[in-house]
């Protein structure tokens, strides 16, 4: 199912600021290289993140998801001085390639790396979060997300990404695993009376959340 038309896609790549070479290269290596490329942020979506964060110039950022790096990178780009984004990834592997990516784009000093599961991690780092993002194991979103509103501080953003689920969540019967799961979760946000939220049909789906006033 092509659930947002390829041509938009395309216009929007278009249309949007290219990222800078390192970047490009961490997404043109990922693509070219890894068994699971698809899950990388794309450059229109890692544009918007780097944006948002640059807008908000949070000192404390936390990500669920590294993947290869990409995504932290983008967002580690709008960190106001002295501040941190702690990022935290479930296999090595991936972790192991997010770190040399992040080293190579000069951001080992703002960015900490953690491996293993972020569900215990999360609740062992100390900091109110300004910005989070949310792009791992769709199963345990409302998990994340719970952690996050309770640390999230007054001004804060939460991202979930994935939310259009590459189109399932929009069927009348929704099947699999994860994709019940990313159901779940949008209709959780949807009623949580803590927060409000605008779902953005950017790549598989970005819900931007606040807490209301």
């Excluded at 997404?27 to 993140?49: C, N, R, W």
């Excluded at 703002?110 to 791992?136: M, N, Q, S, Y």
Aim: hydrophobic share 40%; with cysteine; proline share 2%.
């Amino acid at each position: 199912m092509q659930w947002i038309d390829k041509l938009a896609e395309d216009y929007a790549s278009t249309h949007t600021s290219p990222l800078d070479d390192v970047l490009m290269k961490i997404y043109e290596d990922t693509m070219a290289s890894h068994p699971h490329a698809h899950m990388i942020s794309g450059p229109v979506q890692g544009k918007f993140l780097e944006c948002i964060s640059s807008l908000l110039q949070p000192k404390y950022i936390l990500e669920i998801g590294t993947f290869t790096g990409f995504s932290a990178i983008c967002l580690a780009a709008g960190l106001q001085a002295g501040g941190e984004l702690h990022t935290i990834e479930l296999r090595e592997e991936d972790a192991d390639t997010a770190w040399k990516n992040i080293t190579a784009a000069g951001m080992n000093d703002k960015i900490h790396l953690h491996t293993g599961d972020a569900r215990e991690i999360v609740k062992t780092l100390p900091h109110r979060w300004d910005l989070v993002f949310i792009d791992a194991d769709k199963t345990s979103y409302i998990t994340y997300y719970e952690e996050a509103v309770m640390r999230l501080s007054e001004r804060g953003l939460i991202l979930a990404d994935n939310v259009l689920f590459h189109g399932e969540v929009l069927e009348e019967k929704t099947d699999g695993k994860s994709a019940k799961a990313i159901a779940q979760f949008n209709n959780h946000v949807l009623s949580d009376q803590r927060t409000e939220q605008v779902l953005l049909t950017i790549r598989d789906g970005l819900l931007l959340i606040k807490k209301k006033s």
